[in-house]
């Protein structure tokens, strides 16, 4: 049952009256209403009485947090304050807006090799000891190959329902996604025949409302189940996976999507698309808002360096003066 957000403070109705608005355009902030729930906590603690967000106010509610959250979880409070100290402005009251916080990115995923990739699908084809349910039998080997051959984020296809699949034309519809996005992904056309038949076989009901993935009570799978699989996998096939310490991550499924945006991207190299950025392109289909967000997956590895290397030779020589030698 979702939580409902009150709120308390002398800012209360002009907080309220933003949820209301930004919910009124389509915008899916229920995730994030933590956030102006702090700030209104912040603000009745410090018996604020003025509406006014000043610069020592504001530093001081982002202080309380900063030393036991993260730099990007401190970057999420700014995003999604930010709007509301417009909104604020607009309104006539002065509202301080604090520069955002350059984002970490201490993570660096693991690309795997084409040998892994067999390896980890030969496994999951064969995991009829280590998993109990017929069931997730089917599902687990499809399920990850749907994340590797269409980039998609684990949350994403666990929500995926009959309904999304476009079996016709073999795209998916991919509804309320990161960031209030909605998008088509076309499906590979070995990948989109290996999904209708997938769904040809575990349902034969009219019923398009069911999920792709769900539990013998007709409810999603869950992220945990999928991970405790994979992790058997991975172990199964010979891929070392520590365990991780903290909040910090090691090899998980989010990698099989890094690995799709390599791939893609190797796959235009050897290709040789002239005056093609495959960039732009790859930043639709994996569904993000910005082209830096793209570039964070084309990530350098011992097996696509020598790829990336000659596609980079090509734009070079268009950028830089030949030198001349002595």
């Keep these: ?39 209104d906590k912040h603000l009745i603690k410090l018996e604020v009485t003025e509406k006014r967000l000043t610069p020592a106010l504001i530093d001081g509610w982002l202080a309380e947090h900063s030393e036991k959250l993260r730099v990007n979880t401190i970057l999420s409070f700014v995003n999604f304050y930010a709007p509301f100290a417009r909104h604020l402005n607009v309104l006539g009251i002065p509202a301080f807006i604090p520069e ?17 990739i067999q390896e980890i699908f030969r496994v999951a084809d064969e995991m009829k000891g280590r998993i109990s349910s017929a069931v997730s039998r ?14 998609l984020r684990l949350g994403e296809a666990l929500r995926l329902r009959l309904s999304d699949f476009d079996t016709e034309n073999g795209v998916l519809h991919v509804m309320n996604a990161k960031g209030n996005m ?10 989109a025949e ?28 869950c992220a945990a189940w999928v991970q405790e699989y994979f992790g058997r996998i991975l172990t199964a096939a010979g891929i070392a996976h520590p365990k991780s310490l903290g909040q910090s991550r090691n090899i998980c499924l989010h990698c099989l999507r890094h690995t799709f945006a390599v791939s893609s991207l190797r796959l235009n190299g050897a290709q040789d698309i002239e005056g093609i950025d495959l960039t732009p392109l790859l930043s639709v289909y994996l569904g993000h808002k910005h082209l830096t967000g793209t570039q964070v997956y084309l990530h350098m590895t011992a097996e696509n360096a020598e790829d990336i290397f000659k596609i980079t030779s090509v734009y070079a020589k268009e950028i830089f003066p030949e030198v001349p030698q002595t």
């Design 194 to 221: 290996m999904l209708k038949k997938y769904c040809d076989t575990l349902f034969q009901c009219e019923n398009k409302d069911r999920f792709l993935f769900e539990k013998e009570d007709g409810s999603a799978r």
């Design 182 to 191: 909605d998008r088509l992904v076309p499906l590979e056309s070995g990948l």
């Design 138 to 151: 089917i599902q687990i080997p499809m399920l990850l190959r749907l994340l590797y051959g269409s980039g």
């Design 100 to 116: 955002r916080p350059i984002q970490q990115r201490s993570y660096v995923p693991h690309i795997f090799s084409q040998q892994e």
């Design 1 to 39: 049952m979702r939580k409902t957000y009150e709120f308390f403070s002398m800012l209360k109705d002009e907080m309220q009256d933003f949820v209301q608005l930004r919910a009124s355009r389509g915008l899916r902030d229920y995730k994030s209403l933590y956030i102006l729930e702090s700030l």
